[in-house]
């Protein structure tokens, strides 16, 4: 770590500008009612690369129904998985549930206020076990995320690469260093804060920051070109065909995904690469992850769905159910107005709204 960064600042009028600011300008934000770590732990993992006007209903709705680790622990992991319907990298839920089944049964159902205990937990990163600790247990540990790295690249001029992750061991060293040993919680919070409605990526509002004097960046009139961020990787698309099929009795076909990789364990109507589709021969068309026969209809839409790595193509067509299905839980047949039990991932959540969005144009 370059110390020259830090003799730039006057690091005991940075803290008291910054905690000024936040403690006049916080945002009141339902996981700031309290310090009570469970909630701090769930709103964390919501606000990964998701943002805070999104989360707010999700949080709100989890804690009304799972208002405690022994709440989370116990439940259905399915019922787990619709309330976080919608709000995208599913994993990050089931991670959660499993460390808090551990925090139950390790830790009668207290949140470890241990670095190494809390830092062992699956799901449980640096970021998430920094802001944990400080936050709930007002620690001194830094707690690095985007707005973190943002803020602090322009104040100190860091034109390290954010992306690698010895870049963001630096600036867990400088937080370190820069944190406020008396209000370590109300500190990293602000720094966020600054970052997301202060610093922020394009355009920051420089003129009305509270730690202006500090920052290096804005006396070389570099705000805007920091942080440094190498280009992510180009997304690979993929097309689907997207089957819409019922059987004599109207109920649809879904299908659960499978146990890991991307949407593990979210239903979804039957989808095949459309380079699989043998289109001369769809009269009637065995999919065969699962032996099951249809007469293929008519196409109802398209649809594209972005991911961060990747880009779906869906052609959603009708389909008939002809071959009895295979005996397989991971393969349901389910009526329309049951569907919105399972937890769908958003581009099969739009698919289904349609349903009855067709049915009440009827």
Excluded at 79 to 86: A, Q, S
Excluded at 335 to 340: E, I, S
Aim: neutral net charge; contains cysteine; charged residues 25%.
């Amino acid at each position: 770590m370059n110390d020259e960064k830090l003799q730039s600042i006057d690091i005991l009028t940075f803290r008291r500008d910054l905690l000024s600011w936040y403690k006049e300008n916080k945002r009141d934000l339902p996981w700031r009612q309290d310090q009570n770590p469970y909630r701090v732990w769930v709103s964390e993992v919501m606000l990964q690369q998701t943002k805070v006007d999104t989360v707010i209903p999700y949080f709100n709705r989890f804690m009304a129904k799972f208002p405690t680790v022994e709440a989370l622990a116990q439940a259905d992991e399915q019922e787990v998985l619709k309330e976080w319907e919608g709000l995208g990298y599913y994993s990050r839920a089931r991670n959660l549930q499993n460390a808090v089944k551990e925090v139950a049964t390790k830790y009668n159902g207290r949140v470890p206020d241990d670095a190494e205990e809390l830092g062992v937990l699956k799901g449980v990163g640096p970021y998430t076990k920094g802001a944990i600790l400080s936050i709930a247990y007002n620690q001194p540990e830094p707690a690095v995320d985007g707005n973190v790295m943002r803020v602090l690249s322009r104040v100190l001029k860091i034109e390290s690469d954010i992306t690698q992750q010895r870049t963001k061991k630096l600036f867990e060293a400088y937080v370190r260093k820069l944190i406020d040993p008396q209000d370590p919680s109300s500190f990293n919070q602000a720094v966020m804060e600054l970052g997301a409605l202060i610093c922020t990526p394009k355009s920051p509002a420089c003129l009305l920051c509270p730690v202006q004097a500090h920052c290096q960046a804005f006396v070389a009139g570099m705000e805007e070109q920091l942080p440094v961020k190498k280009k992510a990787k180009k997304q690979k698309n993929i097309a689907y065909v997207v089957l819409l099929a019922v059987d004599d009795q109207d109920n649809y076909v879904i299908e659960k995904r499978k146990e890991d990789g991307l949407l593990a364990n979210l239903w979804q109507f039957p989808m095949v690469p459309i380079k699989e589709v043998e289109w001369v021969h769809l009269e009637n068309w065995v999919y065969n992850e699962y032996g099951l026969e249809i007469t293929l209809g008519e196409k109802q839409s398209k649809l594209k769905h972005v991911f961060s790595h990747l880009i779906w193509h869906l052609e959603v067509y009708e389909a008939k159910l002809i071959k009895k299905l295979s005996k397989s839980n991971r393969l349901q047949l389910v009526n329309k107005q049951d569907l919105t039990n399972y937890p769908f991932p958003v581009p099969h959540q739009k698919i289904r709204n349609s349903l009855y969005e067709k049915e009440q144009n009827m």
